[in-house]
């Protein structure tokens, strides 16, 4: 009996022990209250700053058909991606962008929807790659587009917006610059090299990582698309990879061996028009013009950009662009369009290097402290009262002292306190407290809900 006894506490530990060796998988996040408030303060800021251009939610699901991305992007991005075939037989994969399904949802009622369309999302992506610094294999990301749209306004619009956002986190210039780039203008220019229009996305997938690589290897990935003329040709993309003023653009663009200056001129007038809408919001200390931004994914086709950190590791934290063709491309019916995305994890990263994640990020309206019997029964009716008007409410589930109880209220950041004790209860009152700036006031105990309400939506203090 005694062993059998021994067997069974063994294989209790035993499955204990393997119950906490279980671990979550490698570049996925577990969200414990602290790490779920933060990521809910995110979600709120971009909330907030998108409700201000007019846009709207939307939301899709989280595994689609394997289809949706290989049309758009091709088979060699399989190996990115968590796919399967599921019991229907079906290839399926988990969305590794929200993009290719937005197009899906506007192509299935396109001539109902109204222009322009402007959408955003806040949702949980998955990419199987190896998981470092600021790069996870599941992680929240932000996007909006705007649909129905041609010409620059627009792309004024999203950039703005993106903008908008990076400052409503608090960051400055100094913190963040936004680079602005042209596809069109590198298609126009790599044809006038003579290269082959299936091989134009690679060439620009070789520039897109100059900046990464040494001269050298750049100069031998383009070889086998230029031969001898290799030399040449790298010497002026570093010319023009160099440009920072659309003066200095237009000057270049006149230099340069191209053939179709008739769209070049029609492409620069659009950039004319760009930069000048962005300067008359304001925006210029925010951005400047690098081509060195070319966007490595195949489907873009006009103004990209990219924003990144300046005062660090020059981290990438959000890009986007034009995609003009993709909508007809997965749908078979044409609509312009353009956005952009922003991931949270290097956002987060970013937020705290820079102190800008706020001390409390779920704060707490109102803590209520009570003293004696009677006085916690007249507050717990109080507290009823004030959560059914949406009053976040807490208090001591168990009585306990004033200390622990104002420890207890500034651990959960509460924003004031509510004093209940037997001299307040006899004189009618309650006691407000501002936590924060330490000051109180006896509150006639019938007006407690209006006076309330007015210090929480109105920020009302008695003088």
Same mark, same amino acid.
């Given at each position: 009996?005694?062993?059998l006894?021994?067997?069974?506490?063994?294989?209790?530990?035993?499955?204990q022990?393997?119950?906490?060796?279980?671990?979550?998988?490698?570049?996925?996040?577990?969200?414990?209250?602290?790490?779920?408030?933060? +990521?809910?303060?995110?979600?709120?800021?971009?909330?907030?700053?998108?409700?201000?251009? $007019?846009?709207?939610e939307?939301?899709?699901?989280?595994?689609?058909?394997?289809?949706?991305?290989?049309?758009?992007? %091709?088979?060699?991005?399989?190996s990115?991606?968590?796919?399967?075939?599921?019991?229907?037989?079906?290839?399926?994969?988990?969305?590794?962008?929200?993009?290719?399904?937005?197009v899906?949802?506007?192509?299935?009622?396109?001539?109902?929807?109204?222009?322009?369309?402007?959408?955003?999302?806040?949702?949980?992506?998955?990419?199987?790659?190896?998981?470092?610094?600021?790069?996870? +294999?599941?992680?929240y990301?932000?996007?909006?587009?705007?649909?129905?749209?041609? $010409?620059? $306004?627009?792309?004024?619009?999203?950039?703005?917006?993106?903008?908008?956002?990076?400052?409503?986190?608090?960051?400055?210039?100094?913190?963040?610059?936004?680079?602005?780039?042209?596809?069109? !203008?590198?298609?126009?220019?790599?044809?006038?090299?003579?290269?082959?229009?299936?091989?134009?996305?690679?060439?620009?997938?070789?520039?897109?990582?100059?900046? +990464?690589?040494?001269?050298?290897?750049?100069?031998?990935?383009?070889?086998?698309?230029?031969?001898?003329?290799?030399?040449?040709?790298?010497?002026?993309?570093?010319?023009?990879v160099?440009?920072?003023?659309?003066?200095?653009?237009?000057?270049?663009m006149?230099?340069?061996?191209?053939?179709?200056r008739?769209?070049?001129?029609?492409?620069?007038?659009?950039?004319?028009?760009?930069?000048?809408?962005?300067?008359?919001?304001? !925006?210029?200390p925010?951005?400047?013009?690098?081509?060195?931004?070319?966007? %490595?994914?195949?489907?873009? &086709?006009?103004?990209?950009?990219?924003?990144?950190?300046?005062?660090?590791e020059?981290?990438?934290?959000?890009?986007? $662009?034009?995609?003009? &063709?993709?909508?007809?491309?997965?749908? %078979?019916?044409?609509?312009?369009?353009?956005?952009?995305a922003?991931?949270?994890?290097?956002?987060i990263?970013?937020?705290?290097?820079? %102190?800008?994640?706020?001390?409390?990020?779920?704060?707490?309206?109102?803590?209520?402290?009570?003293?004696?019997?009677?006085? +916690?029964?007249?507050? !717990?009716?109080?507290?009823?009262?004030?959560?059914?008007?949406?009053?976040?409410?807490?208090?001591?589930?168990?009585?306990?002292?004033?200390?622990?109880q104002?420890?207890?209220?500034?651990?959960?950041?509460?924003?004031?306190?509510?004093?209940?004790?037997?001299?307040?209860?006899?004189?009618?009152?309650?006691?407000?407290?501002?936590c924060?700036?330490?000051?109180?006031?006896?509150?006639?105990?019938?007006?407690?809900?209006?006076?309330?309400?007015?210090?929480?939506?109105?920020?009302?203090?008695?003088?």
């Amino acid at each position: 009996m005694q062993d059998l006894f021994v067997s069974l506490s063994e294989r209790v530990l035993l499955h204990q022990y393997a119950y906490f060796m279980i671990q979550s998988l490698p570049g996925f996040r577990e969200f414990y209250p602290a790490e779920c408030s933060l +990521r809910n303060h995110i979600f709120r800021v971009w909330r907030g700053a998108v409700a201000a251009y $007019g846009f709207v939610e939307y939301d899709t699901p989280l595994l689609e058909p394997l289809e949706l991305f290989t049309e758009k992007s %091709g088979d060699e991005i399989v190996s990115q991606l968590f796919n399967f075939e599921d019991k229907g037989g079906r290839a399926v994969a988990l969305r590794p962008e929200m993009t290719p399904s937005l197009v899906r949802l506007v192509g299935a009622r396109v001539n109902s929807l109204r222009r322009p369309i402007k959408w955003f999302s806040i949702g949980e992506q998955f990419r199987f790659e190896r998981p470092q610094k600021g790069r996870l +294999r599941s992680f929240y990301q932000f996007n909006a587009d705007i649909l129905g749209v041609e $010409g620059p $306004g627009a792309d004024a619009e999203a950039i703005a917006l993106l903008i908008h956002i990076l400052c409503a986190f608090g960051f400055k210039a100094e913190d963040f610059q936004l680079r602005l780039s042209d596809r069109d !203008l590198w298609m126009y220019y790599l044809e006038a090299w003579s290269i082959a229009e299936e091989d134009r996305i690679a060439v620009l997938g070789i520039i897109d990582k100059m900046a +990464r690589r040494d001269r050298e290897e750049t100069a031998k990935n383009l070889k086998p698309f230029l031969a001898d003329a290799v030399d040449d040709f790298l010497s002026e993309v570093e010319g023009l990879v160099a440009i920072r003023s659309l003066a200095e653009l237009e000057a270049f663009m006149q230099k340069a061996r191209l053939q179709k200056r008739d769209l070049i001129e029609e492409r620069l007038a659009t950039w004319r028009e760009l930069l000048a809408t962005l300067s008359a919001m304001g !925006l210029d200390p925010y951005f400047h013009i690098d081509l060195s931004i070319v966007r %490595g994914l195949a489907y873009y &086709t006009g103004f990209v950009f990219e924003a990144f950190e300046v005062s660090g590791e020059s981290r990438a934290l959000a890009g986007g $662009g034009r995609y003009d &063709t993709l909508m007809e491309k997965i749908t %078979g019916q044409a609509l312009p369009a353009l956005g952009f995305a922003m991931g949270d994890v290097t956002l987060i990263d970013l937020l705290s290097e820079k %102190g800008l994640l706020p001390k409390y990020v779920e704060a707490l309206d109102v803590y209520v402290v009570t003293s004696g019997e009677e006085p +916690r029964n007249a507050a !717990l009716k109080d507290i009823a009262a004030l959560r059914a008007q949406g009053v976040q409410v807490e208090y001591a589930l168990k009585p306990a002292g004033f200390n622990k109880q104002f420890k207890q209220a500034d651990q959960l950041g509460a924003r004031y306190a509510l004093i209940y004790g037997e001299e307040e209860l006899a004189r009618g009152e309650v006691t407000i407290r501002d936590c924060s700036k330490k000051a109180s006031f006896a509150c006639p105990h019938k007006d407690l809900g209006n006076v309330l309400k007015a210090i929480l939506e109105e920020g009302y203090w008695p003088e």
